[in-house]
């Protein structure tokens, strides 16, 4: 009986630092990408869902109660915290910012990100429609990919990995 309770106890012990350590990855995901560059507010963040050669997803990082979150959309438009985004991703992790001009609008952008909340889009179209409600500037064509935001001349590449 002793030895059953023994081996019980260290199995025990074992699943829970798993547990524990499992749920520290995505903090240690988004970590390994921020030792290039810190993730700030307003950056726009581009993920692989598919493994495939291209940008799947885009969503933008608004600062909510202290917490960072990626705003994105694919219909309905949610936020999630930044590290939990990155986990899901299977391929690369792209962070874009935005140059000076854009910046300057920043809290407007983040008014009309959060405007958009009950409207069904893209991810690509949450951030265009965003920044054309907010600033009069046209980012891509209509109806983007993620790709064609990534070419905008408004957003130079942070880091990919």
């Not at 106890?9 to 390994?32: C, D, E, N």
């Not at 291209?54 to 930044?82: F, K, M, Q, S, Y």
């Not at 391929?91 to 409207?119: C, P, Q, W």
Request: aromatic share 6%; proline share 5%; charged share 25%.
């Amino acid at each position: 009986m002793r030895l059953f309770a023994a081996i019980f106890s260290v199995l025990f012990g074992i699943t829970a630092g798993f547990i524990a350590w499992a749920r520290g990855a995505p903090a240690r995901q988004l970590a390994a990408l921020e030792r290039d560059a810190h993730i700030e507010p307003l950056d726009v963040v581009f993920q692989d869902l598919d493994c495939g050669p291209r940008h799947t997803h885009v969503g933008i990082v608004l600062l909510e109660n202290g917490e960072r979150l990626v705003w994105e959309a694919d219909g309905a438009v949610t936020a999630t915290p930044l590290a939990d985004w990155v986990a899901r991703t299977r391929g690369n992790v792209s962070v874009y910012r935005f140059d000076e001009e854009m910046l300057t609008s920043a809290d407007d952008i983040a008014r009309e990100i959060r405007n958009l909340k009950h409207h069904r889009l893209t991810s690509a179209e949450l951030i265009t429609s965003a920044i054309k409600r907010a600033t009069a500037t046209t980012l891509t064509a209509p109806e983007p990919s993620p790709d064609d935001l990534a070419e905008s001349p408004h957003l130079r590449l942070l880091v990919q990995k």
